[in-house]
Nanobody, 123 residues
Framework: QVQLVESGGGLVQAGGSLRLSCVVSGRTFRLYAMGWFRQAPGKEREFVAA????????YYGDSVKGRFTISRDNAKNTVDLQMNTLKPEDTAVYYC????????????????WGQGTQVTVSS
């Protein structure tokens, strides 16, 4: 089974940076579109970023455009999320997800999910 393991969450000051990483098991990572989602307390899970199988296409949620960058390394089976100029409203649990069919922002299309990692941004 495909397993996703996330790392890099933590506590940072507003304006700071943090880099999240997700490692995916198996030899088929290169065939998956990958996404990052987040969920803050009392809110629905929202789309953050997604990247196609080769990294040639990326999508970003409106609230993170220009601040976050998604990338992948198919040789290492990893997808990263570089988060810059962090704001308190970025505080959430961040989830890595894999989609076996196509690149999409729709969380319902993702087949596998990580356990989530907490990101807290203080004022």
């Amino acid at each position: 089974q495909v397993q996703l393991v996330e790392s890099g969450g933590g506590l940072v000051q507003a304006g700071g940076s943090l880099r999240l990483s997700c490692v995916v098991s198996g030899r088929t990572f290169r065939l998956y579109a990958m996404g990052w989602f987040r969920q803050a307390p009392g809110k629905e899970r929202e789309f953050v970023a997604a990247i196609g199988t080769t990294g040639g296409t990326t999508y970003y949620g409106d609230s993170v455009k220009g601040r976050f960058t998604i990338s992948r390394d198919n040789a290492k089976n990893t997808v990263d999320l570089q988060m810059n100029t962090l704001k308190p409203e970025d505080t959430a649990v961040y989830y890595c997800a894999a989609n076996a069919l196509h690149l999409t922002k729709n969380e319902g299309s993702y087949d596998y999910w990580g356990q989530g990692t907490q990101v807290t941004v203080s004022s």
